[in-house]
């Protein structure tokens, strides 16, 4: 089973951004898969860039439809987007410098991560554009 199920919920009604987060979710459910089993330090950090240059590319793609539609809350947004990218560079370096995770605290913080910013930013854009 998955750190992070997708639910139609999650959708924010356009098609290519809806895909890009499940695809994150995909990646950030391998990734908590792998760190259940004997992985090392290495593999979580290459495995955190790509989750990092898929967010990243999918943060430039969300802000542009923003941008696009006259989102109203879209300063809000994107520092939040600012905000949780620097917290995701941040937990990599610690596993990049440190040497050492934990596997569990480490699964929290991504599904916390994501949860929280779909519940918090993601569900009221997908509330005031609508479906596409």
Sequence with gaps: MGLIIWR???S???????LEHQALIESINTLHRSTC???????VVDALNEIYAQ???HFAHEETF???SHYRLYAEHKTDHDTLLVDLRDIMDEVDEDGEYEERQ???DLDRWFSDHFHT??????NESGSH
């Design 8 to 10: 139609q919920e999650f």
């Design 12 to 18: 924010v009604g356009d098609a290519e951004i809806d």
């Design 37 to 43: 089993e004997c992985v090392t330090r290495r593999q």
């Design 55 to 57: 967010i990243a590319a």
């Design 66 to 68: 923003m941008r696009e």
């Design 106 to 108: 480490l699964s929290i």
């Design 121 to 126: 930013h993601d569900l009221k854009l997908h």
